[in-house]
């Protein structure tokens, strides 16, 4: 079990800011398959990785990174601080 | 070293009331970014990602601190609502000389923009828009 | 554009509220220099000339004025008696964007350093010296 | 006549703020030549004069400028502000 976090015009496309995810993915891309294959809004999010940006347990991370013992992966667009 | 995330407002005065005062400090530079009603401009929305937010900035900061000379640096980052006009962020940094001072808060400053999980979505005349990171500021980060 | 001269203490805080607030400012960068205890420094006591110095700085930031596309700048710089831990002078930027305020800002500094006419005597435990201009800050003129 | 400034260990060495020079002199290398042939004061003050400033009615200037129409020549060493 996972807890997804979406933040930004993400979370706004999922339409909810978090959920529990049941998921045996090895990697932060089998996730996102995963999660493409779910719905459209899925789908529609997660259409164009570069546009994206991912943590994993809250420390940026990249699509390859692996999710075994990981608790939290957060996807966001990049970050617009300062 | 100081990191704070809060939705309040801060007063740069009192912030920097006895800032880096334990050193030898001879220069402090401060840097503070404003909400700007460019393109008529509202108001913002800054979200952020609470459990990472202090941590991403902590470690920026704990950077600066072991590549420059620094006796002190001091981050505040605003999240919620803001309009123009608004203190959004400030760092500031403290050390013997001017050079390091101002290198630090610009490195500080370049890596907060792409680095630090904020996102910020504006409000205007033609309705609501999350902000594009810009090229140019993921490109600062090479300099550094 | 403010230029200041005065034996007073002045306060961050006080000098910054409303600065560049009729632009549209996004970015404000402020150095403040620091009397250091360097050397066992007791005291240190600032000579200028009178009849030049608010002119002379005024040029230096009405070049910068020019030279980037500043909002505004202030510039005050103190003389006199001074000890420890005190602030000596401090220079503020606003711009609508950080390159040009901390860009402006360090050349305020360079300029200040070695084109405004005062004079820092220091004293410690082997005496009064005055303090001699660094080959580094003519040569740092050199960038702009 | 010209008010003639000095500042810094430069009035130190001379022992006063400012006086008032009676003056041909062409350029402020002339006028540094005649305070020279004063006194030893003015000769150890003006020894070395890459260790010094000058400026003319308040502007920095150079040794060859011209001190015609000039009211105020001011010495100093190099600046140290900031």
Sequence with gaps: MLDVLYFAWVRERIGEPRERVETGAATVADLVDELRAREDRYALAFSDLSALRVAVDQELAEWDSPLQGVREVAFFPPMTGG | ?144
């Design chain 2, 1 to 144: 070293m100081r990191v704070r995330v809060q939705s309040e407002p801060f007063d740069l005065g009192v912030e920097l009331a006895g800032f880096g005062a334990e050193g030898d400090v001879g220069a402090q530079v401060t840097f503070t970014g404003i909400v700007r009603a460019t393109g008529g401009l509202t108001r913002m929305e800054i979200e952020h990602y609470p459990g990472m937010t202090v941590k991403a900035i902590e470690k920026i900061a704990a950077e600066a601190m072991s590549r420059w000379a620094l006796d002190d640096c001091l981050v505040i980052h605003r999240y919620g609502p803001l309009v123009p006009g608004d203190r959004i962020m400030m760092v500031a940094t403290a050390s013997r000389h001017r050079a390091a001072a101002f290198e630090a808060a610009e490195f500080l400053m370049d890596y907060l923009k792409s680095r630090a999980p904020f996102w910020k979505k504006e409000y205007g005349p033609d309705g609501a828009e999350w902000v594009a990171a810009k090229d140019e500021d993921e490109d600062a980060l090479s300099r550094w």
